[in-house]
């Protein structure tokens, strides 16, 4: 949830970017430019943190929210207030919960629909929202959005597969070594001798 509170309004701040046709147009997925913003926050390849922080710079979570917001729009009517948040909240979550996955070597598919089950609260949240908004029962909305939600949660996974090894040539760091260079008690490196505890 921490990551989410960050990398959320990260993505937030990229709205202004989106064109008039809400469909904003695919980024270089080897752009150094983007690679050195993720890097200079301490984001390496390899690590999920660094596949987040790069297809936020994609804007790949606006993107499918906006595409989403055009079609529902051109059928039942505007998408404000409520409605458009709890849209908004449920494009964010299929998509982290897509992009969380990445290195747990699952097929596009699996965590396609593990991402679509994870959010169930907002699914659930969007479907009243609606029913509020159009007068129609929420389901329908819900049946209608599956497929292109999991086309969606698809495509943000295959992303993350290719953004989260950086430019070619990038040097990797695996989420194992992650885990170890921040657990407490960290050995020293050898040769080098820890400081003495207070008191001694």
């Known amino acids: 949830m921490a990551l989410a509170a960050i990398l959320l ?3 937030g701040t990229l709205s202004g970017c989106v064109t008039n ?8 997925l080897e752009a150094p430019v983007d690679d050195a913003h993720c890097q200079s926050l ?5 690590e999920l943190v660094y596949a987040q922080c790069r297809l936020a710079m994609r804007k790949t979570y606006l993107n499918d929210y906006n ?24 494009a964010f979550c299929n998509y982290d919960e897509s992009v969380k996955q990445v290195t ?11 991402a ?22 929420g389901t329908i909305l819900l049946d209608a959005e599956r497929p292109t939600i999991l ?35 960290l050995l020293a490196p050898a040769g080098v001798i820890p400081p003495a505890p207070l008191g001694q």
Not at 73 to 78: A, I, K, L, R
């Open 9 to 11: 309004p990260l993505s």
């Open 67 to 90: 595409a989403r917001k055009a079609v529902i729009q051109s059928q039942y009517g505007p998408v404000t207030g409520g409605f458009d948040v709890a849209l908004r909240a449920d």
């Open 42 to 46: 301490l984001m390496r390849p390899g």
């Open 104 to 114: 747990l070597g699952l097929s596009d598919d699996v965590v396609a629909e593990n």
């Open 116 to 137: 679509y089950q994870a959010c169930a609260t907002t699914r659930e949240d969007l479907s009243a929202r609606f029913a509020e908004a159009t007068g129609q029962p």
């Open 151 to 185: 086309q969606q949660n698809r495509a943000a996974i295959g992303e993350a597969r290719v953004v989260i090894k950086g430019p070619p040539g990038s040097v990797l760091v695996t989420e194992s070594e992650v885990a170890v260079q921040n657990a407490p008690g």
């Open 21 to 28: 046709d809400g469909i904003d147009e695919a980024l270089d």
